[in-house]
């Protein structure tokens, strides 16, 4: 039937599926050292030595783009910090187009990692890499060092191959995705502005076509110290912040009462963490502060000023309904993650080629989700450029005992790779 058949690719899915599966045991030796390096904020240089060096055993050249504290905090789009940031840098590496003609790519993931939640409770060191069957376990091993481990692995096969793209591929290894998405918008400042993105966030057999916004809030409350044995005296800020929490479920709950679409097919879509809590000094002295750090999302064209202006009158409501506070209101400041949500159309020609080539590597069709946690994609949409999250199977993420299933990392390669001849077009 003339007009019906496609050209054939260049390199069949087959041989690209085992050129990349040729590399499994390089992408798990790579996962494994990732992990071994403690990648909590602050420390991430050791991992990106790692991936420095990944880079140039693909026979690119890997550049820094350090972050620059004025850069960033002169951008609308990023996060408030208030830690340092001299001297830390994202690692790119691009793979150059071989002539004109397709379309250009980012393959980007982060090598920070979150701190080990309660080590005690693991069954292991956090930062050793274990094998257990077909599962690696280690902190980040699924969020996301198996990604930064498929894309090594996906571009080390096809080049094994003598395949070449036809549009630029940037790989990128970021640093703050955990507490902001800074990295990756200091990559978006390099200047690179690619056709699409995929990240490998453990979104297995899925992409992900919207995800929420997050910002962190923290709320210092004051209080009144004395010497307990007094009864009466003082005010004890940690007990003050228990009405504070409540006005935030409040709050949490309205959120969550009316929720837009896609998001309506799902039971909580936006939640609260209160995920640090400090105040006090001694048992037997009233508590005279206490500082509480929390976690809200938000949904995709909603302004993170508007949920800042309700969290603020959520403080509000508590502090005038408690007798000290109310003449002493707890501050409000923002540090980390201020981010919007994003969305990417789920017809969107890198949301189709992205599934199309999970497809091609597994046999199963790929899902199009929205996602209640927020990753890197958001700073990249909100730049004008296409980002989806695409990965390998992970369990336990931010939890104890985390790990990756490794077939899958194997499958998430195949199909980045799949993409890249897809997407970008490849000459032999
Ligand atoms: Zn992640």
């Not at 002493?328 to 969305?343: I, K, M, N």
């Amino acid at each position: 039937m003339p007009g019906a058949e496609q050209a054939a690719p260049v390199v069949s899915d087959t041989d690209v599926a085992a050129a990349v599966a040729r590399e499994a045991e390089a992408m798990e030796e790579l996962l494994g050292r990732l992990v071994e390096a403690p990648t909590t904020l602050g420390n991430e240089e050791p991992g990106q030595r790692i991936m420095a060096e990944a880079f140039s055993g693909l026979g690119l050249e890997p550049v820094d783009v350090p972050m620059d504290a004025d850069a960033l905090r002169a951008h609308p789009l990023a996060a408030p910090f208030s830690w340092p940031v001299d001297g830390k840098r994202n690692v790119v590496a691009t793979w150059p187009a071989a002539r004109e003609g397709g379309r250009s790519l980012v393959l980007n993931g982060h090598v920070d990692v979150v701190p080990p939640a309660a080590e005690s409770l693991w069954t292991r060191p956090p930062f050793s890499a274990t094998r257990d069957g077909e599962w690696l376990v280690g902190l980040g091993s699924g969020d996301m060092k198996a990604g930064l481990a498929a894309i090594v692995g996906a571009v080390r096969g096809l080049r094994r191959l003598g395949l070449e793209p036809l549009a630029d591929v940037q790989l990128q290894s970021v640093v703050e995705e955990e507490c902001g998405g800074n990295g990756a918008l200091q990559c978006v400042l390099a200047g690179f502005r690619p056709d699409g993105v995929v990240i490998p966030e453990p979104f297995p057999g899925a992409v992900t076509v919207s995800q929420v916004g997050v910002l962190w809030f923290h709320i210092d409350i004051a209080g009144v110290p004395g010497h307990v044995g007094e009864a009466g005296v003082g005010v004890n800020a940690i007990e003050a912040a228990f009405p504070v929490i409540a006005e935030l479920r409040v709050l949490e709950a309205e959120l969550n009462e009316d929720p837009p679409a896609p998001y309506d097919d799902l039971p909580h879509p936006i939640n609260l963490n209160v995920g640090v809590i400090e105040g006090g000094d001694w048992p037997s002295t009233v508590a005279a502060e206490c500082s509480l750090s929390c976690r809200l999302a938000l949904y995709p064209g909603q302004a993170v000023a508007g949920l800042k202006a309700r969290v603020e009158a959520a403080v509000a409501r508590a502090a005038a309904a408690h007798p000290y506070l109310a003449a002493h209101p707890p501050r409000v400041r923002y540090d980390g993650f201020a981010g919007q949500g994003v969305e990417v159309p789920a017809d969107a020609p890198l949301v189709e080629a992205m599934a199309a080539a999970h497809e091609r590597a597994s046999g199963e069709a790929a899902a199009r989700i929205p996602t209640t946690a927020t990753t890197d994609a958001r700073v990249f949409v909100a730049s004008g450029i296409p980002a989806v999250c695409y990965g390998p199977w992970a369990e336990s993420i931010h939890g104890v005992d985390e790990r990756v299933h490794l077939p899958s990392v194997v499958t998430t390669a195949q199909a980045l790779a799949l993409l890249v001849r897809d997407w970008c077009g490849v000459t032999a």
